[in-house]
């Protein structure tokens, strides 16, 4: 019996678009629909869609206009281009650091690519930004190094290139990961040796957290489902929900997610710049959307008052979901929601600043739809993203 038709949410369909609109002047639409796993078809019936109902929002340029604004893109390009590789380079431009050091840096970088497969830096700009000859990189490149040599040299490439398209957010372990996906096998501690040589270092938490959770003055009397048992065999039979906090220059933006813990895939957001019931209500709701609930499907969080209000219940019961909350301040009994919480501001917020309210909502729903979802491996399901957990549900139930 054949597969059911790819089923993608509003949600993800409009940063799809939005997505190829930034990159247009440089990427094919058929190469950004390939790295985001879309077929090229559908992202061009989409983005005609938007168009047609968004005109305003793209105004004509005149052919000196454009060829002005491709001059300027490229200029760019390359400006970001030198200040990315020198940032990698760690200091090699000072005073007495060997040739050959250079060198090998040179020829590490030569094995980045972009997702296209085509080089990332070319020889001529390398040689340039470091001050070395291409004569004398070629000179040295010519001799024979060991047969260990080559090999940590190929797999420090490999390592470099998966921190970096990861944007920094992977480890040893999860850049281990994606390296035996990819057909390289080697050992996780060889990995680990290999990123402390390169100096890639992921990103980190923060110390000071605020929380959110707010006790109801009448405490409601609603069991804990989960027990901290925060694992499921089938997508939607148990859910978990948490708010956070996002800074903006505009001040806060509160986040509400639900959190599918058979796939670990955010299937339900909201954001808002207060974080009273119908911010999760929102959430929930669509998380009902996304996936097909299975009869006694559960929806867990803290015992905020939001949580715990007649509203929400109501909301709940209407849905088909069982409310489950933990005790008040114990972060263990909700542990999938706040490590969720977490990853997304190290990942994310921490590392951006955001003018606007509206802008941090596009990034962040960004980042679920197109990276969270359906690119991060996750622990947590051995090292596969929650898109392919998703995928290999619906493909089982539909065989059966």
């Not at 609109?21 to 019936?45: D, F, Y």
């Not at 040739?99 to 094995?111: G, P, W």
């Not at 639900?258 to 895939?265: F, M, N, T």
């Not at 997304?344 to 951006?352: D, G, I, M, Y």
């Amino acid at each position: 019996m054949s597969g059911k038709r790819a089923n993608f949410s509003p949600e993800f369909k409009e940063q799809m678009v939005k997505t190829f609109l930034e990159q247009e002047s440089r990427k094919a639409l058929s190469q950004v629909a390939r790295e985001n796993g879309v077929g090229a078809e559908t992202l061009r019936v989409w983005v005609k869609k938007y168009r047609d109902l968004h005109p305003q929002e793209e105004a004509p340029l005149s052919i000196s206009e454009r060829a002005r604004l491709a001059e300027l893109e490229r200029e760019n390009r390359e400006l970001k281009l030198e200040r990315e590789f020198l940032g990698k380079s760690g200091g090699l431009l000072r005073e007495g650091v060997p040739v050959s050091v250079k060198y090998e840096f040179i020829a590490t970088e030569r094995a980045t690519t972009d997702p296209d497969g085509t080089p990332r830096y070319q020889l001529k700009q390398m040689c340039t930004w470091l001050s070395v000859s291409r004569s004398g990189f070629h000179d040295w490149s010519a001799r024979p190094p060991s047969a260990t040599a080559q090999r940590r040299e190929r797999l420090a490439a490999l390592i470099r290139h998966v921190f970096d398209e990861h944007d920094g957010t992977y480890g040893y372990r999860r850049v281990h990961a994606v390296l035996i996906r990819r057909g390289h096998p080697c050992d996780p501690e060889t990995v680990r040796d290999l990123m402390r040589e390169l100096g890639l270092v992921t990103c980190q938490p923060r110390r000071s957290r605020t929380g959110t959770t707010r006790q109801a003055a009448r405490t409601a009397q609603i069991p804990d489902l989960i027990d901290r048992d925060f694992t499921a065999d089938t997508p939607g039979a148990k859910l978990v929900s948490d708010i956070t906090y996002v800074r903006t220059w505009e001040g806060w933006l509160y986040l509400a997610l639900v959190i599918d813990c058979c796939s670990r895939a955010i299937v339900g957001y909201a954001m808002d710049d207060n974080y009273k019931t119908p911010l999760i209500e929102s959430a929930a709701r669509m998380a009902a959307r996304n996936l097909s609930l299975p009869a006694g499907a559960i929806l867990h969080s803290d015992r905020g008052s939001n949580y715990t209000s007649d509203e929400y219940g109501a909301v709940l019961a209407e849905l088909g979901l069982l409310r489950s909350v933990g005790r008040t301040g114990i972060c263990f009994d909700n542990a999938l929601a706040e490590s969720t919480n977490g990853a997304l501001k190290v990942e994310l917020v921490n590392r951006e600043q955001f003018p606007t309210r509206d802008l941090a909502r596009q990034r962040i729903a960004r980042y679920i739809e197109l990276f969270y979802n359906r690119r991060r491996l996750h622990s947590g399901i051995g090292y596969q993203t929650p898109q392919e957990i998703l995928d290999l549900n619906n493909k089982q139930a539909t065989s059966t």
